[in-house]
């Protein structure tokens, strides 16, 4: 694994330097958009709404729409930004574990400690741990605030960022409002089938069907030949850069006139041909 960013965790006098892992993977098969027609890639490109150019990614800046104005915000800009500057984990309290809503987590990433002693690490772990609470913490991440639970799995140090509460959204359905009565027998009959699918939760046993299906598809179709060139689905480079092009009508009428009006000037300089003398009639004599 490669580390994402390093910092500290801090609580009270302690300070813990750790480095930041993602703790998760995505293991779907990645696929592309091609044209039906003749298989080439389709891909998406960031143009400029004013000149029309395609724009690099180090051209790109940030910008905040209020409906009538625009603020650009420059990377410069965002890096003065104190909470983006902090690489400091500031522990703000410990819970116990049991009153966080599982609704709240969002990403996880695995702490490692980061210097010569790993002493601090080891005993915050043991503290949550003996303590079976959770430390709520503050971090800034990827140009983002964010709130936090530390946690324990295994002998590692997790962190879980959580969502600000007022990016949950509350569930109210007038469906739910009206009064339903279950009567006990309903109530041991459901509860019987709940205790025949009774078992402890082993993740190791689920598998992603669908992205299992989808891998033997394609190698059936690898098999089978069913394939065309990768080099081919590119297509032909149409500019210096080497990368597909997408002209739009204007700019695909303008270049045709231009280059119809440069074949024109082109002719013109050219010298004209001779036209062959004509044969002089011979006239008969009586």
């Known amino acids: 694994m490669r580390s994402i960013w390093k ?43 004013i000149c029309g150019k395609i724009v690099d990614f180090e051209n790109i800046n940030k910008a905040y729409d209020d409906g009538e104005q625009t603020v650009i915000l420059t990377d410069d800009d965002l ?44 005993l915050l772990r043991r503290t949550l741990e003996e303590t079976e609470r959770t430390a709520i913490v503050h971090f800034a991440l990827r140009q983002k605030t964010r709130l936090g639970a530390l946690r324990i799995r295994g002998d590692v140090l997790m962190l879980q960022s959580l969502l600000w509460d007022d990016e ?28 025949s699918f009774a078992s402890d939760f082993a993740p190791e046993k689920f ?7 989808l891998r033997e598809l394609i190698d059936a179709k690898l098999k089978k030949g069913d394939t065309v060139s990768t080099e081919e689905t590119f297509g032909e480079p149409t500019d210096e850069t080497g990368k597909g092009e997408v ?27 001779k036209k062959p003398a004509a044969k002089s009639a011979r006239r008969e004599t009586a």
């Open 7 to 49: 910092g500290a965790i801090a609580f009270g006098l302690v300070n813990v330097p750790v480095k930041v892992y993602s703790a998760t993977e995505d293991h779907d098969v990645h696929l592309h958009q091609v044209h039906d027609k003749d298989g080439g890639r389709i891909r998406y490109q960031r143009r400029c709404e």
């Open 79 to 122: 890096s003065k930004l104190p909470e983006e500057r902090s690489r400091e984990i500031e522990v703000v309290e410990f819970v116990p574990s049991d009153q966080l809503d599982p609704i709240m987590f969002d990403r996880s990433y695995f702490l490692e400690p980061d210097g010569a002693s790993t002493k601090a690490y080891v």
């Open 168 to 195: 949950v959204r509350e569930a109210s359905f007038p469906s739910l409002d009206e009064k339903v009565r279950i009567s006990a027998k309903e109530l041991e009959m459901s509860s019987s089938l709940v205790d």
């Open 207 to 213: 598998t992603d069907d669908y992205q299992e299906q």
């Open 247 to 273: 002209l739009d009508l204007m700019e695909a009428l303008q270049r045709s006139v231009e280059k119809n009006r440069a074949a024109q000037k082109s002719d013109a300089k050219k010298p004209a041909r």
